[in-house]
């Protein structure tokens, strides 16, 4: 009854957004056909208008628009011509939902060994390092990491492609750019979590029965201390795939960000709108299959 009654609230919070987007992207300064390559006659930007029903006032364009978002028509481009926002979310939500899942597993493969490995020699050199280095991580934005590694592993030591989206060597630099940020915050959220968890009681009781460091760690203590994990999980999956368009543009993926800024650049209201309801979406749908995890990981967890 939980989980229903918050997708049945998620519908008026996306009215809300969608609303917003839409009245924000209306009121930025210039229009779709101000970058033509030939200034429009007053006729030609008069017959593009009414095509576009930008004619109309805003809320009956919004109304128009919620109405075709009801048959799951997101509506056409005006700067991508002959093509709708369902073929832009076709094309390019695949390629954003690959590299989001790839530095998923990044910063999970890399963040979760580091946490563990510091927690476990806490007060000694290993764990001072490897807190350093997550710190580091999460201190160094995206696109500082991004030209430093195109500069190092591309154009010096020339083992990986510098750009686009082809072969598996392409998706070897992006997701490591992207993902590791979530890397430094995984492990500072798994050693703090196995910190807490070895101070339990329960530890303390096996402890006393002779059970090994080692198995205690990784058998009671690990179960208890990835619960932060995956309460982050959701949010870091969903800003993953949402806040990937700045390393899509330094590394020329043709992915759902690319189109995204060119959009917003362009006055693509449509697409804009569209593409920032479907994040919305994203996020809330992450938050809610994170909620629902926690659940069974933890049957203490009750909602209400």
Known sequence: MYFLKRIIFAIPLLLVISALAFALVHLAPGGPFDRERAPASPEIERALKAKYHLDEPVWKQYLRYLGDLARGDFGVSLKYRNHTVNDIIAQGLPVSMVLGALAFGFAMGVGLPVGFFTAARRGRWPDYAGSFLATLAVCVPGFVIAPLLILFFSIKWKLLPV???????????????????????????????????????????????????????????????????VSYSGPMLADLLTGSFVIENIFQIPGIGVFLVNSSLNRDYTVVVSLSLLYAMLLIGMNLVVDFAYTRLDPRVKYE
Request: one cysteine or more; charged letters at 15%.
């Open 163 to 229: 750009g686009l989206w082809e072969t598996p060597w392409h998706m070897i630099l992006p997701p490591i750019a992207l993902g590791l940020f979530f890397a430094g915050k995984v492990a500072r959220l798994f050693r703090e979590g196995m910190l807490s968890a070895m101070q339990s009681e329960f530890i303390t009781a096996a402890r006393a029965k002779g059970l090994g460091e080692n198995m205690l760690l990784l058998r009671h203590a690990c179960r208890i201390a990835i619960l932060p994990v």
